[in-house]
C-alpha cells in the first residue's frame, strides 16, 4: 500500500487544479484518472482554445439548489488569481465577447500550466486507473488496478455526466452516496434543443441558418446567437436556456431582440405599400427563416402587398416574430451537453472548505457537485474556486 496525505479522484480541471495546490502546501498528492489522459475536457472546450473563465464570476451566474453556497469559494479564489496564474505562465489570451476569456492559441496551453504546476509541487498522477473500492477507516483507502493507496484525505473531483465519450461516468455520484451523502438528480445542462413533428422539420431546413435572438426558459431569457440544426436549436441563447427548461415547457424565442417588429412593419406599409411582408422581413432576418415564418404564420396573404394588411395584423405578426412559441421534445442529453445539472447536495459540504460535514477528510469538488455555471467559462472558474477551497483546507 502506498501512502499519500491526498488522493485526488479525477484529473480534470478540478482535480489537477487542487493537486497542485494542495502540493505547493507541502502535502504528498496522487491524482488517479481513469481515461488515458489527463485534461480531456480542458482541451476540447472553447472550440480548442479553453474558455478559462469569465470577467464577471457573479454568483447569479451559477445554479445550484442553494444559490449562496458559490460565493465563499468564489470570494476567495477570483478570477483574477486564475488569470494571474496564467500571465505568470506567459499564455496568451484575450476577450471574445461578455467577460469571455480564451487562449489565444491552444487549450493545451492550459492543460500544460496546470501540469507544469503538478510536476513541481511534486504530484504523481497515474491514468488508465480503475478504481475497485474505496473503504475509510483510519484513512481513506482506494483500491484499483494500479495498486492500493491510502490518504487522510480523499478529494471526489471526478466530474459530471456530460459528455460520456470523454470518459463521463456517474462514479463519483455512486461514491458519494456510498458514503451516505445525498445526490440531488442530475440532468444535461447547456446542451441543444431537439423537437419533433413540424417544428423539427422547420429546424432541419433551416440547419445551418444562425441569427442573434433571445430564447426565454422559465424566468430566464438569454440573449446571443441562436443556431438552427438538423435535429432543433443551438446556439448560445439556446444553450443557456436549456439549464432552466423543464420537459413538457414551451420556450418563447425573440427573433428580433433589439428591433420593435411592429415598427418596422407599419413603417414599411406606408413607405413601400406593393412590397410583400416577406420582402421586408427579408432585411431583418434570414431570407430561409422568413420562408418558414411565411408558412407558419402567413400562408394565405403570402402574395399579400403589405399595404393591404390591417394594422393590427401586422401588430400581430409583430408580436409573434417577438414571441414565438415552441416546445422542444427534448434535449440532445449528456452525450452532447457541456455540464451536468444537480449533483452532490451542497448541504452536505462546507462552503468554505468542499469538506463533508459528516466524513472529515472527504471532499467533493468541481462538476460533482450541485454548482453549475452559465456558459462562458464560469464552469472552469467553478472548478478552478472550489479546488482551491479544498485544497486550502486539507
Given amino acids: 500500500m502506498r501512502e499519500f496525505d491526498v488522493i485526488v479522484l479525477g484529473g480534470g480541471a478540478a482535480g489537477l ?22 485534461g480531456k475536457k480542458i482541451l476540447m472546450s472553447g472550440g480548442g482554445r479553453c474558455n478559462f473563465t469569465n470577467l464577471h464570476c457573479e454568483p447569479n451566474r451559477f445554479i445550484s439548489a ?46 500544460g500550466m496546470l501540469e507544469a504546476e503538478c510536476t513541481t509541487a511534486g504530484v504523481q498522477i497515474l ?49 458519494a452516496r456510498q458514503f451516505g451523502l445525498n445526490v440531488l438528480g442530475t440532468r444535461a445542462g447547456l446542451v441543444p434543443f431537439t423537437f419533433t413533428g413540424a417544428i423539427h422539420d422547420v429546424t432541419e431546413r433551416l440547419s445551418g441558418v444562425s441569427l442573434p435572438g433571445s430564447v426565454t426558459a422559465g424566468d430566464e431569457t438569454f440573449t ?46 406606408s413607405g413601400s405599400p406593393k412590397a410583400l411582408l416577406r420582402s421586408v422581413l427579408s432585411e431583418q432576418l434570414p431570407k430561409a427563416l422568413v420562408i418558414e415564418l411565411q408558412n407558419l404564420i402567413w400562408p ?3 402574395e399579400k402587398p403589405i399595404g393591404e394588411w390591417q394594422d393590427i395584423a401586422l401588430r400581430q405578426v409583430a408580436g409573434k416574430l417577438h414571441g414565438w412559441t415552441i416546445r422542444p421534445a ?42 453549475t455555471g452559465h456558459l462562458g467559462g464560469f464552469n472552469f472558474q467553478w472548478a478552478w474556486s ?4 479544498a485544497a486550502n483546507a486539507i
Avoid at 502546501?25 to 484518472?33: D, F, H, P, S, W
Avoid at 494571474?84 to 465577447?97: D, M
Avoid at 483510519?138 to 487522510?152: E, H, L, P, Q
Fill in 330 to 371: 427534448a434535449t440532445e442529453g449528456y452525450r452532447t451537453a457541456e455540464v451536468t445539472l444537480g449533483g452532490i447536495d451542497t448541504n452536505e459540504l462546507s462552503s468554505k472548505t468542499m469538506e463533508c460535514t459528516r466524513h472529515p477528510g472527504l471532499y467533493c469538488i468541481g462538476e460533482v457537485v450541485d454548482v
Fill in 127 to 175: 491514468t488508465h486507473c480503475e478504481i475497485q473500492m474505496v473503504q475509510n477507516s483510519d484513512n481513506y483507502v482506494v483500491t484499483s488496478n494500479k495498486g492500493t493507496f491510502s490518504a487522510a484525505a480523499l478529494v471526489i473531483a471526478t466530474g459530471g455526466l456530460s459528455i460520456p465519450k470523454m470518459g463521463a461516468s456517474d462514479f463519483g455520484y455512486r461514491l
Fill in 66 to 111: 442553494n444559490p449562496h453556497f458559490c460565493i465563499s469559494a468564489l470570494q476567495r479564489y477570483t478570477q483574477w488569481d486564475f488569470i494571474a496564474l496564467v500571465e505568470r505562465h506567459s499564455i496568451a489570451y484575450h476577450e471574445k465577447s461578455a467577460g469571455q476569456l480564451f487562449c489565444d492559441n491552444s487549450s493545451k496551453d492550459i492543460l
Fill in 224 to 269: 446571443e446567437d441562436i443556431l438552427f440544426t438538423h435535429r432543433g436549436l443551438s446556439g448560445p441563447a439556446a444553450l443557456q436556456a436549456s439549464s432552466y427548461w423543464t420537459p413538457g415547457n414551451d420556450i418563447v424565442i425573440n427573433l428580433l431582440p433589439t428591433t420593435d417588429a411592429a415598427t418596422v412593419l407599419l413603417h414599411a406599409k
Fill in 300 to 302: 394565405a396573404a403570402a
Fill in 17 to 38: 487544479m487542487c493537486a497542485f495546490a494542495a502540493g505547493q502546501r507541502g502535502r504528498r498528492v496522487i491524482v488517479l484518472e481513469s481515461s488515458n489522459k489527463i
Fill in 386 to 389: 472550489s479546488a482551491q477551497a
